[in-house]
């Protein structure tokens, strides 16, 4: 059986987890902001909080469990079904409509 | 726990590899996260259409559900990331006391976190918001199209917080055990997989709650 070095993720720069925390906190700010202040059309309301749902879901994933730092074949396969949650969220969005 | 279960639990530096370059248990909890993105996919995939296609049984943002509060929760799940990626870097350089400290910290922050939400249904069902129909009519409402929210936005918004709120309490559980085991000296800067699984699920609940937060409080 194939031998490897599994500690390759543990040799990283650790990231400043406590500046990730820092935007973290202030996107979350800026998302009640945008929501309850803002006055958007719907539409742009809603992708802007959606994408910054995303970027701060990314900043977990990247950076909190560590993906970032992780072989490459975990990250493909990490990012693999993503895809076919999509296609899940579309297919559920065509037949509702 | 047996000397053949521990060294099963405890994280290898070398040896047979899982092919994706990582331990067999860490693959293992993100091949089991996956299974879950899948099932959060489908629960917010359910709410969107059920959302969009009901509108008159959905109650805009911040009329039922208490933002503020919540947005003050999430801040607290994002606290809880912060505490348990510290214990995880702690233990990484040997340090016992800053994963005990850190184990602890994210332990609690996850049970302030459950309490809130435990206030909030509490507020929310005696102010009549509750999850199925039945409820409705023993409160004399019918709830269709009633602007502080009907059974369908009740039985979306119990099920979906609802079970990350069992994903919270199953971590806070696990948390718990891994702070006791940490206390009782079982991981070392050369064998830290519980705590490093342990945290890729924390956070991952962190994850899907920052999502659930914008579907559901903000949009």
Request: charged share 10%; hydrophobic share 55%.
């Amino acid at each position: 059986m194939e031998s490897v070095n599994l500690t390759a993720d543990a040799g990283h720069k650790g990231p400043s987890y406590f500046l990730v925390f820092i935007i973290l906190g202030v996107l979350t700010l800026v998302e009640v902001a945008v929501a309850f202040v803002a006055a958007l059309p719907d539409t742009l309301l809603i992708l802007i909080l959606l994408g910054l749902a995303v970027w701060k879901a990314m900043l977990v994933a990247l950076y909190y469990m560590h993906l970032r730092f992780e072989p490459s074949k975990l990250w493909w396969m990490v990012m693999a079904p993503l895809p076919l949650g999509l296609i899940l969220v579309g297919i559920v969005l065509i037949e509702g409509w | 726990m047996s000397n053949t279960t521990a060294a099963a639990l405890e994280r290898p530096t070398t040896g047979p590899g899982s092919g994706f370059g990582v331990y067999n248990m860490k693959l293992g909890m993100w091949v089991f996260l996956l299974s879950e993105v899948m099932f959060f996919t489908a629960l917010i995939g359910a709410y969107i259409i059920l959302r969009f296609t009901n509108p008159g049984h959905f109650a805009e943002p911040g009329v039922v559900l208490n933002v503020p509060l919540t947005a003050a929760n999430t801040f607290i799940l994002i606290c809880s990331s912060v505490t348990m990626v510290k214990a995880f870097a702690e233990i990484e350089a040997g340090n016992q006391r800053g994963l005990r400290m850190y184990l602890g910290a994210t332990a609690l922050l996850g049970i302030v976190f459950l309490g809130v939400q435990a206030f909030e249904y509490s507020k929310l069902v005696h102010e009549g918001f509750v999850p199925a129909a039945e409820f409705y009519a023993a409160l004399g409402r019918d709830g269709a199209g009633a602007v502080e929210g009907g059974p369908l936005y009740g039985a979306t918004f119990y099920t979906m917080t609802g079970f990350h709120g069992a994903h919270v309490t199953i971590g806070v559980l696990c948390l718990l055990f891994t702070t006791v085991m940490a206390f009782r000296g079982r991981y070392t800067a050369a064998n830290h997989g519980g705590v490093e699984i342990m945290g890729l699920y924390w956070h991952f609940v962190d994850l899907v709650w920052i999502i659930l937060f914008t579907i559901v409080y903000l949009i």
